[in-house]
C-alpha cells in the first residue's frame, strides 16, 4: 500500500468536502487524486470544477492507503456505480482508510460496509445509516477502526485532522 487516498468525485459534489481535504492531504505529503469516470470533469454545488485524475478503470485499490467518499449529491450517483461499490469493498476488506462527510455514507451503504459500525453523517440521511445498520453518533468527528466520518463542512477541521492522524499511525 502506499500513503495514496482517492477521493471520489461525481456531479453536484460538495465543494469544500472535496477541495479541504485534499488540499490538507496533499500538504502533507499524501497523494490525494480525484476518481471518478475517465476524462470527466464535475461542477460542484457552489460551482468549482473537479477534473477526474484517475479514471476508476485505471484504479488499482491495491496501491491505496484509502479513499474518501465527500458529500454533495454526488453520493447519490456514485453509489449506483458498480466499480465505485467495489472499490469501497476491496479498500475496506485490506483494511485501508474509509473516510466519508456528509451524504458520503450513502455509498459506503449501499457497498455494504456499515453494519455494525459506529460513525456520523449529516443529520439529513441519519436514519439510512441507522437502517443500514450502524450506530448513528452526533459527534464532529467518529473514528471506528479504519471508517473515519464525520458530519458538515463547519467539522472539516476535526474530520482533516483524522484522517491525517489514521495516516500516520500506519
Known amino acids: 500500500m502506499t500513503s495514496t ?7 453536484d459534489y460538495e465543494d469544500l468536502e472535496v477541495w ?30 473537479a477534473s477526474v485524475e484517475i479514471g476508476l478503470d485505471d484504479l488499482n485499490h491495491a496501491t491505496l492507503a ?15 456505480d458498480p466499480q465505485v461499490l467495489e472499490l469501497v469493498r476491496r479498500v475496506d476488506a485490506a483494511g485501508g482508510l474509509v473516510a466519508t462527510i ?6 459506503l451503504i449501499s457497498a455494504g ?17 441507522q437502517n443500514a445498520g450502524a450506530t448513528w ?6 473514528v471506528d477502526g ?7 463542512p463547519k467539522d472539516l477541521p476535526a474530520f482533516g485532522e483524522a484522517l491525517l492522524d489514521w495516516l500516520r499511525a500506519r
Open 20 to 49: 479541504y481535504p485534499k488540499l490538507r492531504l496533499e500538504a502533507a505529503g499524501f497523494p490525494a487524486p480525484l476518481v471518478g469516470p475517465r476524462g470527466a470533469t464535475f461542477r460542484g454545488k457552489h460551482g468549482y470544477p
Open 113 to 129: 460496509i456499515v453494519r455494525g459500525r459506529r460513525m456520523t453523517s449529516t443529520v439529513g440521511i441519519r436514519d439510512d445509516v
Open 146 to 152: 479504519n471508517l473515519i466520518s464525520s458530519r458538515v
Open 5 to 11: 487516498v482517492a477521493i471520489l468525485v461525481g456531479p
Open 137 to 142: 453518533v452526533d459527534e464532529p468527528v467518529v
Open 102 to 107: 456528509c451524504h458520503g455514507p450513502w455509498i
Open 66 to 80: 484509502g479513499l474518501l467518499a465527500p458529500g454533495g449529491w454526488a453520493p447519490d450517483k456514485l453509489r449506483r
